[in-house]
């Protein structure tokens, strides 16, 4: 382990650590919008659900390395272009929280949605400031595994070029140094953890009705 | 039979849940566990097969000690019903049901004649055989659940609150027909529930529990609504006991006098008139006043009663009928006489006072 | 572009050779299989017992996330460095990787087993085996196929990560066409990776259908429950839980 080398290259570090913050945080809350969107209206227009489901499905199964390839043919970029990272990860993270705003819609006690609906909210309002505040909990749940799963792929990126702190891992590789790699896993570990606690921070902010808090 | 001798459960954590509990479940009878919640009963029901262990005294199951059987061979050999059914959601209902002769090797083909005759007899038709937990009702589960527990004919029976999970109309008909069932199949049952009406209807024996897990009086339905041992198991059996007490006394000896009968067409009597048809059944009641009986000046009778019906049916109908008087009808449906309210009381009085010097000269 | 890679694709010289699609894809399958097969092994029976007794929870726990935590091509290079390169160890760092899921799913699974159901189970006379046999693996197999599926999807993703390492299969073909800027050769190694794990996921899915208990299906059709009841709360049917 050489602490030297860490100290010295703490710039490169830092810089690669923030890349990979932007890389991770960017495809998760775009993908928390567009999951949102698609999962009201799947909860709304429940016909549309399998389908949907199949198509989120088909996009989760394939494996990151190969949709970072993939979507360049499809979108018309380049392939080494890092944008392509950039959407894939928020399919990706779209893909997976569709499932999770649905199923936590699906939570909402039914007694609650027919009072609501009794007492005159339209369906919309009904949905956004009653069904998902409820369905808070079951949605960071979701999120926190996105969220630790996506900081985890961005490193995959290396791979192809651009990957944050993935690119400790593939230098260190190349020129047989541990100390990069175990830099790059720990600043990792570091990073879900946090984003983690952060999360559930935000849980506990947003629902101070729900004292018991949905933990798995 | 079912034998309690000083049971006792003390948990590891110091509480007490069953203290110094003894009774007997006698042969072939309904014995209902009944008291609030922590009292101890299904502690108790729990310690018979074993599930818990007792802490001190003996459980005697048809004069063997629990404790000295094979804890799986003894659950093998007591039919067990808990509340929401606790069904197997992967098996049918067929399989659901021969589960416990499964495990016992019996022969296969006779297993499944036995699992379709009791399916009927719990009251669902055979093609719900093949169906899945989750494709029944409520109610529907739990009769599977009692045929599951009857599947290898055992003689004693755990029914742990096995209506309570159930909506009240569905528990109401669920009750009688179990009752129904007992006449047929005669076990010996211990029964726990939470509901004091509930024990009292099907009960041949009550025994009270209170918090501390002791039990507090034993006794028959109608021996406990008359004669509640403490403040508790009178608070506890509830408001109405008298009242209720008396579905459990006998209506005949009252003194019925004949009915003022007439048919339609005839004249009016004085007083009011039971307007009855040319068979004597009873059509209605006709107010004092009228000078001919017509049929759209009749009011509705309210309730009747029989000879083997209880007294309380028969103050339910004076208190019912417009004129103050209770019809009796016999086997056939046909007027046998009437009886006021005034008669009533004496007769129930009269029978009290007999009781009572009765129970002081033992 | 498509084009291309649709011709190098469908060119029979592709599929032969030891650099030849058949082989790589065959190789992949081995890493794949045989990683599944001794994390199911492991995970599998240890789920089982963790979910059976409730011990253990808090490490099972701890143990599947911190995994999920970890990037699989850090963990992978760190291995390879460690104890040399060659086959082995990236291998065992792919079955290590897969059984987080297996253990999460089964434990999970049986953990979520009706506990009146079990009750009764015991109650009845079933010895503790037979509880676990009869009931509760049955009921909790949704949520173990659940877990397999998950394990299958993670585990061919990274035998082809570990291609960077010098493991074979399909993720050569990024790897290597990276190497060079080839990517027709990158991308056909990505389409087929992808075909592979639809394919094997399809399969799964299949088998899940095929060995769960009709009466774990949801939703509830054939309801016999009147129309007013259906309303009631607590009576809709929940969200299934499989993946």
């Keep these: 382990m050489d602490w030297g080398w860490i100290v010295d290259n703490r710039d490169l570090i830092l810089e690669l650590l923030i890349e990979h913050i932007w890389l991770s945080a960017i495809p998760v809350v775009i993908g928390l919008a567009v999951a949102l969107v698609l999962g009201v209206l799947a909860h709304t227009y429940r016909w549309a659900y399998p389908p949907l489901l199949v198509v989120v499905g088909v996009l989760y199964t394939i494996p990151s390395l190969a949709l970072f390839i993939v979507l360049p043919v499809v979108l018309g970029t380049q392939i080494l272009n890092p944008l392509n990272i950039l959407i894939a990860l928020t399919i990706y993270s779209g893909a997976l929280l569709v499932r999770t705003v649905v199923d936590g819609l699906d939570a909402v006690p039914p007694a609650v949605r027919k009072a609501a609906e009794g007492l005159g909210y339209k369906r919309l309002t009904r949905i956004v400031t009653v069904e998902l505040p409820i369905a808070i909990p079951v949605i960071v749940a979701g999120l926190r595994v996105v969220t630790v799963a996506n900081i985890s792929m961005v490193s995959v990126g290396a791979l192809i070029g651009i990957g944050g702190l993935g690119e400790l891992f593939t230098s260190g590789f190349q020129i047989r140094f541990v100390t990069e790699i175990i830099v790059g896993l720990v600043l990792s570990l570091l990073l879900a953890v946090t984003a983690d606690l952060l999360l559930v921070f935000l849980q506990r902010k947003t629902t101070p009705w729900d004292r018991l808090g949905a933990t798995a | 039979m079912i034998e309690f001798e000083s049971v006792s459960k003390r948990f590891p954590d110091g509480t007490v849940a069953v203290d110094d509990v003894s009774l007997v479940a006698p042969q072939g009878k309904l014995t209902v566990l009944v008291g609030p919640s922590g009292c101890g009963k299904t502690t108790s029901l729990a310690m018979v097969n074993r599930l818990v262990d007792v802490t001190s005294g003996r459980i005697l199951v048809d004069g063997k000690d629990v404790s000295q059987t094979d804890r799986v061979e003894l659950r093998r050999g007591i039919g067990y019903v808990i509340q929401h059914s606790g069904l197997f959601p992967h098996r049918t209902v067929l399989d659901n049901v021969t589960t416990v002769p499964r495990l016992l090797g019996w022969d296969k083909k006779k297993t499944r004649e036995r699992a379709y005759e009791l399916i009927e007899m719990v009251g669902l038709s055979t093609e719900q055989a093949g169906r899945y937990p989750a494709q029944l009702s409520g109610g529907q589960q739990q009769r599977v659940g009692v045929a599951r527990a009857l599947a290898s004919d055992p003689p004693v029976m755990l029914m742990d609150e096995p209506f309570s999970a159930v909506d009240p109309v569905v528990r109401s008909s669920l009750q009688d027909e179990f009752l129904r069932l007992q006449d047929q199949v005669g076990k010996t049952i211990l029964f726990v529930t939470h509901d004091i009406d509930e024990a009292i209807k099907l009960g041949d024996k009550v025994a009270v529990f209170a918090e501390g897990g002791h039990l507090a009086q034993i006794d028959s339905p109608g021996d406990l609504l008359a004669a509640p041992a403490d403040g508790f198991v009178a608070s506890f059996v509830g408001r109405d006991r008298g009242y209720r007490r008396l579905q459990f006394l006998p209506s005949d000896g009252v003194g019925v006098r004949s009915a003022p009968t007439a048919r339609i067409g005839d004249r009016a009597l004085d007083g009011w008139t039971l307007a009855v048809d040319g068979d004597d059944r009873p059509l209605g009641w006709l107010a004092p006043g009228a000078d001919s009986v017509t049929q759209d000046r009749l009011e509705p009778l309210g309730s009747t009663f029989t000879k083997t019906d209880s007294l309380r049916a028969a103050l339910e109908a004076v208190l019912v009928s417009p004129a103050g008087l209770a019809v009796r009808l016999d086997d056939d449906g046909c007027v046998d006489g009437v009886v006021d309210h005034a008669t009533l009381a004496e007769h129930h009085q009269a029978s009290s006072e007999t009781a009572h010097s009765g129970q002081e000269s033992r | ?243």
Excluded at chain 3, 6 to 25: D, K
Excluded at chain 3, 116 to 140: D, F, H, K, S, Y
Excluded at chain 3, 193 to 211: E, F, G, K, M, Y
């Design chain 3, 1 to 243: 572009m498509i084009g291309d890679v649709w011709a190098y694709l469908t060119a029979a010289g592709s599929w032969q050779g030891s650099n030849g699609f058949a082989v790589r894809i065959f190789e992949h399958l081995q890493y794949v299989a045989g990683a599944l097969l001794v994390a199911f092994l492991i995970a599998f029976p240890l789920g089982l017992l963790i979910g059976h007794t409730n011990k253990g929870v808090t490490v099972a726990v701890n143990a599947v996330n911190a995994s999920r935590s970890l990037p699989s091509l850090g963990l992978l290079t760190l291995v390879v460095l460690v104890s040399g390169l060659g086959r082995a160890p990236v291998l065992v760092a792919l079955t290590v990787l897969a059984i987080p899921p297996i253990l999460n799913a089964t434990y999970a699974g049986v953990r979520g087993v009706d506990k009146g159901a079990v009750n009764a189970a015991r109650g009845m006379g079933m010895t503790e085996l037979q509880v676990l046999w009869q009931v509760e693996l049955p009921v909790a197999l949704p949520l173990v196929w659940s877990g397999i599926r998950s394990a299958t999807l993670q585990t061919v993703a990274t035998a082809t990560i570990a291609a960077y390492v010098a493991l074979g299969g399909l993720g050569r073909y990024v790897i290597d066409g990276f190497a060079v800027r080839e990517f027709d050769e990158m991308l056909a190694g990505a389409a087929l990776v992808s075909l592979l794990a639809i394919v094997l996921d399809l399969v799964l899915a299949l088998a899940t259908r095929v060995s769960v208990s009709p009466g774990l299906r949801e939703p509830r059709k054939q309801r016999r429950t009147s129309p007013l009841k259906r309303l009631a709360p607590g009576n809709q049917s929940t969200a299934t839980a499989a993946g």
